[in-house]
């Protein structure tokens, strides 16, 4: 069983749609690290969270500890959000990331 | 500019031939790292490196290997003993190990036939 679940796999939206994007984990982490893949390959970090809200532009991350739980939202979705988002966690004392399948959003004009 | 770069975009070679891809970075970064992505599947660690000189197994180094003697380079091999090369490659550095944001290259996808 992965260490990091995300859900949905596959989502399609109409353009302005609010956005949910989920991501469970079974293990202590340091901190969850959401990720975004255009279809070209490059990642870009897009948070990093250890408790709580983080906001930048459309994108919101929260995380919750106690229930291991993270939800990435996108507001007022665009077609420029079509992309993979990768949650990946870093285990208590430890040097790696451990990766979600990741989420493919498509987003529909 | 900063950041990673990784080369070349596409790779192809015979299968039974070694091949080094190549990763630098510019950021001054301690860690770096090299993942293989395979569809429908999470990024898997095959080598990182904390550190000048020093280098550590991920979680599928068999038939991997790797080198680290300048603080910006991280080249790795894949060599004929891995049993399934065709891939995506990508490398990333953090400024150190662990709990740190991590910077990723461009990728390289490598084809053996």
């Known amino acids: 069983k992965n260490e990091v679940e995300q859900s949905p796999q596959n989502l399609t939206a109409q353009e302005g749609e609010f956005i949910t994007i989920n991501c469970s984990y079974s293990?202590?982490?340091?901190?969850l690290h959401w990720l975004q893949q255009h279809p070209g390959g490059g990642i870009v970090s897009l948070f990093m969270?250890?408790?709580g809200k983080k906001k930048h532009g459309r994108l919101i991350a929260t995380i919750n500890i106690q229930e291991k739980h993270s939800s990435l939202h996108i507001t007022a979705s665009h077609p420029r959000d079509s992309a993979v988002y990768i949650c990946a966690v870093n285990k208590w004392g430890g040097n790696q990331f451990y990766f979600g399948t990741g989420t493919s959003l498509t987003v529909i004009p | 500019d900063g950041g990673i770069t990784q080369s070349p975009k596409y790779l192809f070679r015979k299968e039974g031939q070694n091949v080094t891809l190549s990763c630098e970075q510019n950021l001054n970064h301690d860690a770096m790292y090299w993942y293989r992505q395979d569809p429908g599947q999470g990024l898997r660690l095959i080598y990182y490196s904390q550190i000048v000189n020093d280098f550590q197994k991920g979680d599928i180094a068999e038939g991997y290997s790797v080198s680290r003697e300048k603080k910006e380079s991280f080249p790795l091999t894949v060599t004929s003993a891995q049993k399934n090369p065709t891939a995506f490659y990508l490398c990333?550095?953090?400024?150190?190990?662990?709990?740190?944001?991590?910077?990723f290259g461009p990728g390289t996808r490598l084809t053996v036939t």
């Open positions: 990333a550095s953090s400024i150190g190990p662990g709990y740190y944001e991590q910077y």
């Open positions: 969270l250890s408790s």
């Open positions: 293990v202590g982490i340091s901190a």
